[in-house]
């Protein structure tokens, strides 16, 4: 049910759209504050007795939608014209916060059957907490509303994005990713401190640690995959990783058939950029049937490893694999097992370290129309 924008000013409970919608479409109209019932300014009537919703549930959670439903008196039940619904982020204090420019955050809804869906990407994002009360209203000859008291606050998180969202990010990848360029190794970089503490600390294994909040907000990896994060693109006039960093000056380099190949799985995790005209794609590389796997199954886009706009890995007839790379896009592998140091070498590069191309915790520009979808923030 998407609830239309409306603006934030009102002298009516009327909403100006309430010619176009149907029965289970939400008007969206600003209230007073839960602590008063009643408000002049909202043209809320004095309350008579209606009933109290009871027992709040909340299911069918998305990142943009939920289903809501309550008990309440069936004796009554004619008399209710409409639902008051207050919806807030839980950090938020005081009822009637805008989340987005002037989108309120108080719904006002048709009584229809319940469960009804609540669905709104411009008030309701992803991985985000919310508090809700709901009130019933009778419209009265005048106008005005009658309300009831407001139902106990009910708690709930909305979800990370789906296979389905993910798949619409993939496509806006796809329409940027440009042509492939060959590539022979993965790399990482960091500080000589993180390849002393590899060695002396975790038996020359780097071992994975769970993905960071940078990204897309509803990214389903973020703060539950562990991984280790490589690197793979090269320069266009070197064919060679580039020899500056923003994450340290020493780099593992590993031959790409190491972590990629018919033993691997390749899956597509994220699209995003920083407020910059670089776009980055995380991709995840997991050993068929590992943990990783297991994970990135249920929740991520799994690609033909052989033929995408990304990352490929192709056998020739003498069992030669090579590897190409997008070349507009900017890859952030993540690996899922540990990998062995003595399955590469560690070396200092000689370029420079570009702290301003850090992607660590990044949050995703959320006004670029290249890499968002029409979903929650």
């Not at 039940?77 to 309120?104: G, S």
């Not at 009910?154 to 990848?173: I, M, R």
């Amino acid at each position: 049910m998407e609830v239309p924008r409306v603006g934030h000013s009102i002298s009516s409970p009327t909403s100006p759209c309430e010619g176009m919608i149907k029965n289970l479409s939400l008007d969206a109209i600003q209230l007073c504050d839960r602590e008063g019932n009643k408000s002049h300014d909202s043209g809320i009537a004095e309350m008579e007795e209606l009933p109290v919703p009871q027992h709040i549930k909340i299911t069918n959670i998305t990142c943009d939608s939920f289903k809501i439903c309550w008990d309440m008196d069936a004796r009554v039940k004619e008399r209710i014209t409409h639902y008051f619904i207050d919806l807030n982020k839980k950090e938020n204090k005081h009822a009637n916060k805008f989340k987005h420019k002037d989108v309120p955050t108080k719904l006002v809804a048709k009584a229809v059957p319940l469960p009804m869906t609540v669905r709104g990407h411009w008030f309701l994002s992803p991985r985000t907490e919310y508090t809700v009360a709901v009130q019933t209203a009778s419209k009265q000859g005048d106008g005005d509303y009658a309300v009831s008291e407001w139902s106990e606050v009910v708690e709930f998180c909305t979800a990370d994005y789906s296979t389905v969202h993910l798949t619409q990010l993939l496509e806006k990848a796809e329409v940027t990713a440009g042509r492939m360029l060959p590539l022979s190794v993965f790399y990482r970089n960091q500080h000589k401190e993180y390849f002393d503490h590899v060695r002396h600390a975790q038996n020359n294994k780097m071992v994975p640690s769970v993905k960071d909040n940078s990204g897309s907000h509803g990214s389903p990896i973020s703060g539950k995959l562990e991984g280790i994060f490589f690197s793979c693109n090269t320069e266009f006039n070197t064919g060679e990783p580039p020899q500056d960093s923003p994450y340290g000056r020493y780099r593992f380099h590993v031959p790409a058939e190491v972590l990629f190949n018919g033993d691997t799985n390749l899956y597509f995790a994220d699209f995003y950029c920083m407020y910059t005209a670089y776009h980055y794609v995380i991709l995840v590389l997991a050993p068929r049937d590992s943990p990783g796997d297991e994970f990135c199954r249920q929740r991520l886009p799994l690609l033909d490893a052989t033929n995408n706009r990304f990352l490929t890995c192709v056998a020739s007839e003498d069992g030669r694999l090579t590897f190409h790379h997008a070349q507009d896009l900017i890859l952030e592998v993540i690996y899922t097992d540990p990998v062995d140091l003595s399955m590469g070498t560690v070396a200092e590069i000689s370029g420079h370290q570009l702290m301003s191309l850090s992607t660590v915790n990044a949050k995703k520009d959320p006004s670029c129309k290249t890499c968002n979808i029409s979903v929650g923030r």
